[in-house]
């Protein structure tokens, strides 16, 4: 896994953000989707299920991204694009829209969190630049904070 506690600290908190957007896409899939829970607004079935597997391919490019969290740091600048994407709509249509039911409130604050953790975990880092989040590095650009990795990508490769 990743060398820097930072690093560690970040491959954490994506997986365990990943392990909250699994839980979404249950929650979603078998309760929402079924009218079990979270009656207001009513939910068709199929747009609870549509919902659910984004969040089931959120988790799954943070759990299997957390494990090796050097090579997928791309990801995590995904991740937050859309979890900021999301917070901005939720909060918009929440405070903008009349009648429009204040219980999306709290996963937007959730999400707002766990975007806040990326960001402060990677700034901490002294291994990588906050652009690493964004900007896909390639095996042979020869990243000042990638060269003891070279190495493992250049055998995966060949």
Not at 54 to 64: I, M, V
Not at 78 to 88: D, N, P, W
Not at 105 to 125: H, Q
């Amino acid at each position: 896994m990743a060398r820097s506690k930072s690093l560690k600290a970040l491959a954490f908190v994506f997986f365990v953000s990943g392990l909250y957007d699994a839980f979404g896409g249950f929650y979603f899939a078998f309760a929402v989707g079924t009218g079990r829970s979270a009656d207001s607004p009513p939910t068709h079935p199929f747009y609870a299920v549509f919902i659910a597997s984004f969040l089931f391919s959120f988790a799954y490019l943070q759990l299997f991204s957390a494990l090796n969290i050097r090579r997928y740091l791309f990801n995590v600048g995904v991740v937050i694009f859309g979890r900021l994407f999301y917070v901005v709509l939720s909060f918009a249509y929440v405070l903008l829209v009349p009648g429009f039911p204040r219980t999306f409130l709290p996963t937007g604050i959730v999400d707002l969190c766990w975007s806040a953790a990326y960001i402060v975990l990677a700034l901490m880092s002294s291994e990588l630049r906050f652009k690493d989040l964004f900007v896909s590095i390639r095996a042979d650009s020869h990243h000042p904070h990638l060269e003891s990795y070279e190495g493992q990508i250049s055998k995966e490769v060949s």
